[in-house]
């Protein structure tokens, strides 16, 4: 690398500091409330995060006015972009009506059945408020199921902030600040699309294991799609071992009316669910096979008791609901479509601009490693520079394209051919704007 590095990024940092004084004051004086002056660790980046002001389907305004082809879409959750006029007429209904009752809803029932409708692996489903909830409830599930306490997740696995999952989300056995060592001695991990490690594993420990829980593509890790062989593995050493497979579909529900596991062909016996089943309000679900969801019958003697203040509440329910309807498999084809065209085009950019990566994702989804490839893994991921990632998540906003600060992207119903045509001229800029930090 030559010197040019830091003065590149420097360069791109002062633009956006430009562009952005007034979500630099919002920051620093959330700094005198907010520890770090946030309160969501993937909205920080420096030298300040943005602070938005609206959003009007695949678009954003930040506090300076600036404009931006919203590609994030809060981290795959807004399929629909933001302010959809079918899912806020479905609040403003409701909001007159009450938010949240004590009881149930009928709003329950219908969300329920149009879940159960497209994932056939769903037998029997609840609800909870986040992606957390729903996995957390999942492990409850399966331990109460086989009477067993391990569980096992993939190295880079992210299933939510709940200690039990936390366990090698940054590496291999990694423990987190704060989190108990005799919960993570009940956590055990192994690479992500290593079928031997997997079939060792359950080998070894089958008699203990209560679930193996995947992503069947590892999201936060930066969009790496399953091995059909490694899924497939999975599925016959629980069923061998009898643990149950769990599937964490909060960001791939997204790829297929019936989840990644239509697209797989793999059946897991319980699923999580948050993100896009939320129409862009708080929400989680878990569901699975009857005869492990029925253990929460609250008619059975010794039932496993699940409270929760705002589970099911009306407004998630509705919103959720007219956010399915709107998720036609035609939509979903069309947008996946888009995915296609997105990762070809930041490839192409990229080769453009002489620029070394790797474009991961499937359907709607993409990433932007920088690395030479493939990346298959977590290690693989972890390799590749964070610092060049950092350098272009900002270019790209300097270029009026967001993303997260991995440069993570989704594409949402709202966008077009046009939409990705500009995202990928922005990227091309913003690769341009960092060749000499990007040149080997």
Not at 90 to 112: D, K, M, V, W
Not at 210 to 239: N, W, Y
Request: proline share 5%; with cysteine; charged share 20%.
């Amino acid at each position: 690398m030559t010197h040019a590095l830091p003065n590149s990024f420097e360069h791109v940092r002062a633009r956006y500091a430009e562009r952005t004084p007034a979500s630099r004051a919002l920051y620093e004086g959330a700094l005198r409330d907010l520890p770090g002056g946030e309160t969501r660790t993937s909205t920080f980046f420096q030298p300040h995060p943005l602070f938005m002001a609206r959003g009007e389907g695949a678009i954003l305004f930040d506090e300076d006015g600036n404009r931006y082809l919203d590609f994030l879409g809060n981290y795959t959750s807004l399929i629909h972009g933001h302010a959809h006029p079918r899912i806020t007429a479905a609040i403003t209904r409701q909001l007159p009506l009450g938010s949240a009752h004590g009881a149930c809803t009928e709003a329950q029932n219908r969300l329920a059945s149009l879940i159960k409708s497209r994932v056939a692996s769903v037998e029997r489903i609840r609800f909870a408020n986040s992606g957390t909830e729903a996995v957390m409830q999942a492990v409850r599930t399966a331990r109460a199921w086989t009477k067993r306490h391990v569980i096992v997740k993939m190295e880079g696995g992210y299933h939510g902030s709940w200690d039990g999952v936390m366990i090698g989300v940054k590496g291999k056995d990694r423990i987190p600040p704060g989190v108990s060592r005799s919960i993570a001695e009940e956590t055990l991990t192994i690479p992500f699309n290593d079928p031997a490690a997997a079939r060792r594993l359950i080998e070894e420990r089958g008699q203990e294991i209560a679930a193996v829980i995947v992503e069947p593509m590892l999201g936060s890790t930066g969009a790496i799609p399953a091995d059909p062989e490694f899924l497939s593995t999975l599925r016959r050493g629980t069923a061998a071992a009898g643990a149950l497979l769990i599937f964490d579909e909060i960001q791939t529900f997204r790829l297929d009316p019936g989840g990644a596991q239509a697209v797989y062909g793999v059946t897991p016996d319980l699923t999580t669910f948050a993100k896009v089943i939320g129409g862009g309000l708080p929400i989680g679900a878990w569901g699975g096979r009857a005869d492990a969801m029925d253990l929460y019958d609250p008619r059975r003697t010794g039932f496993i008791s699940h409270p929760g203040t705002f589970n099911g509440n009306a407004l998630a329910m509705v919103a959720g609901a007219a956010a399915l309807e709107l998720l036609t498999p035609g939509e979903i084809s069309r947008i996946n479509a888009l995915g296609d065209r997105l990762r070809a085009g930041l490839r192409q950019a990229a080769t453009a601009s002489e620029t070394a990566v790797t474009v991961t994702g499937m359907g709607s989804m993409a990433q932007v490693h920088f690395a030479a490839g493939p990346v298959t893994d977590y290690a693989s991921a972890a390799a590749a520079d964070k610092q060049r990632a950092a350098a272009l998540h900002l270019a790209l906003i300097n270029e009026g394209v967001f993303t997260s600060p991995t440069c993570r992207f989704a594409v949402s119903t709202p966008m077009t051919d046009d939409d990705v045509d500009q995202a990928v001229s922005g990227a091309r800029a913003a690769f341009t704007a960092l060749a000499p930090l990007t040149a080997a």
